[in-house]
Each structure stands twice: as structure tokens, then as C-alpha cells.
């Protein structure tokens, strides 16, 4: 499985962006589907994920009410919209399809990975 992320950018504080991510190659169409983030000297952290079918969203606490994640089922696609953008939510934003249908916060759990797209919030 091969993924492609887009849609990160320079943006200013308060400000949205929509990040999405395709999955080619090998379906996965069966599988989770998240996104997590590393920002410059930081671990790289949970942002959001959904399961095989687009539901069970489960999002970072620090996210939440601010970002969601959906799901185009039989394009294997993935998005995350985010709205009301912070300095600290700067960061790559990488995109991963999970090991099994339900996607999950440990990284553990996801098997392929994008190479990422870089958010730039300015304050």
C-alpha cells in the first residue's frame, strides 16, 4: 500500500486546512485509516483515526472541536479538516492504514505509513 498525503501548507493562527491522503496499491479498504503528527524535537503523537467503514472517529484530546476526520470508503481516502488552527498544531502530519478494520491511537497499530505533509501554523 502506497500513500499519498497533500493539502498541508503555511497557514495563520485560526485559519483551516484539509489534509487528505489516498491510499493506492494493495486495497485498503479494510483497514483503519489515521493520521498522527511530529513536530520538530517532539515524539510523534496521535492526531485521529476511523475505522475500515469511515465510523468510530476517535480524536487527541488536544484536537478536539477543532479537527475532524472522515473517510471516503471505496477510494481508500482519508481527511482531516481542521479549523481554528494554533501555533502548536505545526507539525508533519503523517497519514498510516492501520494492521487491522479499526484504526486507534498507539502507532503500533498501523502498518503503512505517508510521507507526511507539512503544517505551518503562524501566530
Known amino acids: 500500500v502506497q500513500l499519498q498525503a497533500f493539502g498541508g501548507g503555511l497557514v495563520q493562527a485560526g485559519g483551516s486546512l484539509r489534509l487528505s491522503c489516498a491510499a493506492s496499491?494493495?486495497?485498503?479498504?479494510?483497514?483503519?485509516m489515521g493520521w498522527f503528527r511530529q513536530a520538530p524535537g517532539k515524539e510523534r503523537e496521535f492526531v485521529a483515526s476511523?475505522?475500515?467503514?469511515?465510523?468510530?472517529?476517535l480524536l487527541a484530546d488536544s484536537v478536539k472541536g477543532r479537527f475532524t476526520i472522515s473517510r471516503e470508503y471505496a477510494k481508500s481516502t482519508v481527511y482531516l479538516h481542521m479549523t481554528s488552527l494554533r501555533p502548536d498544531d505545526t507539525a508533519v502530519y503523517y497519514c498510516a492504514v492501520a494492521r487491522g478494520p479499526y484504526g486507534g491511537s498507539g502507532s503500533e497499530g498501523y502498518r503503512y505509513w505517508g510521507q507526511g505533509t507539512q503544517v505551518t501554523v503562524s501566530s
Open positions: 496499491g494493495r486495497t485498503a479498504s479494510n483497514n483503519g
Open positions: 476511523v475505522n475500515w467503514k469511515g465510523g468510530s472517529e
